[in-house]
């Protein structure tokens, strides 16, 4: 009756230990199932982070293209270092500027009316992008392309409203 028992619980000892070792089994391929989908859900995160620079920046000076800004208030130069974007309108008799340039790794905005020189260091700062290049293709036609830090590139061209002009005091 001993050696019987013996194996029983010999029996119920090895059926215990396998037990554990398949919940072992069982909690490591969980652990690493959520370490596995963390880490896919980071790589979307910063892809759609990314994405997201680049509509921004982009919707931005579209919108700034598409609001007030006529084709001969529109002008491409290069200042202080910087290729600029320059929006010219006529505001209630004031000639206002909106300048935006890219630097540093980001976009700026820079608002001034006449007399005042142009300083990039007062420049608002609106959002980051690895670089952001603007160049005329015709009269009324702008191509704009954005770089994330991800080295992923989108360009948009903006048509420029030719209905008014803008003109200095």
Do not use: C
């Not at 293209?65 to 004031?94: M, W």
């Amino acid at each position: 009756m001993s050696s019987r028992r013996r194996r029983e619980a010999s029996g119920h000892m090895i059926g215990g230990l396998f037990s554990f070792v398949l919940f072992g089994v069982f909690v490591l391929l969980s652990l690493l199932l959520v370490v596995i989908g963390a880490d896919g859900y980071r790589g979307v995160v910063e892809q759609g982070e990314a994405e997201a620079e680049l509509r921004t920046s982009l919707g931005y000076v579209l919108g700034k293209l598409r609001s007030d800004a006529a084709t001969d208030g529109v002008e491409l130069t290069h200042q202080a270092g910087v290729d600029t974007l320059v929006l010219t309108e006529n505001y209630g008799g004031e000639v206002l500027e909106t300048i935006i340039f890219h630097r540093d790794g980001a976009l700026y905005e820079l608002a001034r009316s006449g007399g005042y020189a142009f300083d990039p260091d007062d420049a608002w700062r609106l959002t980051e992008v690895t670089a952001f290049e603007m160049e005329r293709e015709g009269e009324t036609l702008i191509r704009l392309t954005a770089a994330a830090a991800d080295g992923r590139t989108q360009t948009v061209h903006a048509a420029i409203r030719v209905d008014q002009e803008v003109a200095g005091p």
